[in-house]
């Protein structure tokens, strides 16, 4: 239940750590749904549809779904992390471009099956557009990131309404 | 889309976009935080490259 509060003018609204909680856990499902969930509706509509036109262009453009590599370790799990920042869909899109949803770079091929992933994975980042789909892709999952702390901040009344 | 320049147009607008409506809540406000981010991605870079150009490698 939302508690309105009003002082020097600005009214804000806080929200129980219960409905914070789902409302994170909306926004990480889908881009904005963070935001319509605590009632900011026209703010969820506007960054969904920013985050997923963004996405979808770094899809269109063959941008990298990283792969943990052990050879890098330490960079490439950050770049894993930037994908998942989006949800869900990282996984379905991983599903639609590898076959299954693959988050490591296959060390060694134990099957024919691993061996055309990484085919799949090194023919993307070879082509053309692949930098420009890669930094919306990877665009895309920090800033659905950030509307996880901003969802945050206003189910904890940081934010005027 | 090929065009380095218009991808770079593109992606300046996204980002400024949301970081405007993310960070500010007034309407002229964002206007105005968003144009500066914009121009300062696209102005920033345009400037860059032709600092760069006479020293191509």
């Known amino acids: 239940m939302p508690a309105v509060e009003a002082a ?8 129980d750590g219960r409905a914070i909680a789902l409302a994170i856990g909306a926004a990480w499902l889908l ?4 935001h319509v969930v605590l009632g900011r509706v026209r703010r969820g509509l506007l960054f969904g549809g920013l985050l997923l036109g963004c996405y979808g262009l770094g899809l269109a453009h063959d941008g990298r ?3 943990r590599d052990q050879r890098q370790p330490f960079l490439t799990t950050l770049q894993v992390v930037a994908n998942l920042g989006i949800g869900p869909l990282d996984v379905a899109a991983r599903v639609h471009v590898y076959g299954r949803p ?7 091929f134990r099957s024919a099956s691993e061996r055309e992933r990484s085919e799949i994975f090194r023919d993307r980042a070879r082509s053309g557009t692949s930098i420009y789909g890669t930094a919306y892709v990877w665009t895309a999952g920090l800033m659905n990131l950030l509307l ?3 969802v945050w901040d206003i189910g904890r009344g940081k934010r005027k309404v | 889309m090929q065009s380095h320049f218009l991808h770079m ?10 970081l405007a409506v993310l960070v500010r809540e007034d309407r002229r406000e964002r206007l105005r935080l968003g144009l500066t981010i914009w121009l300062a991605m696209v102005g920033g870079a345009v400037v860059l490259a032709h600092l760069m150009y006479p020293f191509p490698r």
Do not use: K, M, N
Request: charged share 5%.
């Open chain 1, 8 to 15: 020097a003018g600005a009214r804000t609204t806080t929200f």
């Open chain 1, 31 to 34: 881009p904005g749904l963070g």
């Open chain 1, 65 to 67: 779904l990283a792969l």
């Open chain 1, 102 to 108: 693959q988050y490591v770079f296959p060390s060694h």
């Open chain 1, 148 to 150: 996880l702390f901003d």
């Open chain 2, 9 to 18: 147009l593109l992606y300046s607008t996204i980002v400024s976009t949301f």
